[in-house]
């Protein structure tokens, strides 16, 4: 089984969390063998991947995006987490998605919530301006 057939682009018509939906119930069971570990994402040969791999593949699709060098699985972890939080999702949903046994661990993600009030209370308070 080929990649491309497993996990392909996101359509104009259809959003990306449909198609990890999709990679949940149809490609992953297929990668999946009886030995297979508990990751979500499985190599073609139904493995996890290994750490520095999957660094290198961020690294890679960072660089063909055009982000910064320094992109790391673990800042995209970071990025995903305060853009939950920055919409309005409960922290102790954050917790749990990150796998935090300690709520103060998830709450350096608040420090980013924190400064964007900050500029917003700079920016629009009337004795501010």
């Given at each position: 089984?080929?990649?491309?057939r497993?996990?392909?682009p996101?359509?104009?018509n259809r959003?990306?969390?449909l198609?990890?939906?999709?990679?949940l119930?149809?490609a992953r069971p297929?990668?999946a063998g009886k030995r297979?570990p508990?990751?979500?994402?499985?190599?073609?040969?139904?493995?996890g991947f290994?750490?520095a791999?999957?660094?290198q593949?961020?690294?890679?699709?960072?660089?063909e995006?055009?982000?910064p060098a320094?992109?790391?699985?673990h800042a995209?972890?970071h990025?995903?987490a305060?853009?939950?939080?920055?919409?309005g999702?409960?922290?102790?949903?954050i917790q749990?998605?990150?796998?935090?046994?300690s709520?103060s661990?998830?709450?350096v993600?608040?420090?980013?919530?924190?400064?964007?009030?900050?500029k917003?209370?700079?920016?629009?308070?009337?004795?501010?301006?």
């Amino acid at each position: 089984m080929r990649w491309a057939r497993v996990f392909r682009p996101a359509r104009e018509n259809r959003d990306s969390h449909l198609l990890f939906i999709e990679y949940l119930q149809v490609a992953r069971p297929k990668l999946a063998g009886k030995r297979s570990p508990d990751n979500v994402f499985l190599t073609r040969r139904g493995r996890g991947f290994a750490r520095a791999n999957l660094c290198q593949m961020v690294r890679k699709r960072a660089k063909e995006a055009g982000l910064p060098a320094h992109a790391t699985p673990h800042a995209l972890r970071h990025t995903c987490a305060t853009h939950l939080l920055q919409a309005g999702a409960d922290i102790r949903f954050i917790q749990e998605l990150l796998g935090h046994a300690s709520l103060s661990t998830t709450q350096v993600y608040t420090h980013v919530d924190i400064s964007d009030l900050k500029k917003i209370h700079a920016t629009y308070h009337p004795r501010e301006q």
